[in-house]
Antibody, heavy 118, light 107 residues
Framework: EVQLVESGGGLVKPGGSLRLSCAAS????????MNWVRQAPGKGLEWVSS????????YYADSVKGRFTISRDNAKNSLYLQMNSLRAEDTAVYYC???????????WGQGTLVTVSS | DIQMTQSPSSLSASVGDRVTITCRAS??????LAWYQQKPGKVPKLLIY???TLQSGVPSRFSGSGSGTDFTLTISSLQPEDVATYYC?????????FGPGTKVDIK
């Protein structure tokens, strides 16, 4: 069974940093590109970042470019999102999601809540 | 970047009604269009990919169509368990932009 479990969310002050993790199991993690998607309270889905299976290709939404860094450790079946210079508007539930080759996001984690507030 | 729009933003329909949601891309995306369902308090779930291919396990009352810039999601007979927000997404290349969502509830 495919499982994605996020962790690392919490309350952080504006300007602070946080590192999210996503532990994957039930599939060959190193064969899939992975993504972070966020959802602010009461709002829609926003794609944040994508990383290819071997980390060769990395993409970011303009809203986080220069502040967030996506990475992965295929030996540990883990995906990460380093978030720096956090702003109130980064407050959201952050989901990790698997992209199935040329197909869209077929599995999602339960999400981890990040709250940026003083 | 390609922008995704959806209409309507919300709708209310009766059980058994046919419901149609429209998604439009600002540039052509061939058939690289997915639909997701997000029930209140739940994780998004992939319903349809390649504009019209049903994900395994999705009820046949859901269908999708379109290509290029204009796409539709149809629920042939609305059921109470279909109350949710529906999002379209382009996935041919990054950024993998989502539409703003369409909230569906029961009248």
């Amino acid at each position: 069974e495919v499982q994605l479990v996020e962790s690392g969310g919490g309350l952080v002050k504006p300007g602070g940093s946080l590192r999210l993790s996503c532990a994957a199991s039930g599939f060959t993690f190193s064969s899939y590109s992975m993504n972070w998607v966020r959802q602010a309270p009461g709002k829609g889905l926003e794609w944040v970042s994508s990383i290819s299976s071997s980390s060769s290709y990395i993409y970011y939404a303009d809203s986080v470019k220069g502040r967030f860094t996506i990475s992965r450790d295929n030996a540990k079946n883990s995906l990460y999102l380093q978030m720096n210079s956090l702003r109130a508007e980064d407050t959201a539930v952050y989901y990790c999601a698997r992209k199935n080759g040329g197909n869209p996001f077929d599995y999602w984690g339960q999400g981890t809540l990040v709250t940026v507030s003083s | 970047d390609i922008q995704m729009t959806q209409s309507p933003s919300s709708l209310s329909a009766s059980v058994g009604d046919r419901v149609t949601i429209t998604c439009r891309a600002s540039q052509g995306i061939s058939n690289y269009l997915a639909w997701y369902q997000q029930k209140p308090g739940k994780v998004p779930k992939l319903l349809i990919y390649a504009a019209s291919t049903l994900q395994s396990g999705v009820p046949s009352r859901f269908s999708g169509s379109g290509s290029g810039t204009d796409f539709t999601l149809t629920i042939s007979s609305l059921q109470p368990e279909d109350v949710a927000t529906y999002y379209c997404q382009k996935y041919n290349s990054a950024p993998f932009t989502f539409g703003p969502g369409t909230k569906v509830d029961i009248k």
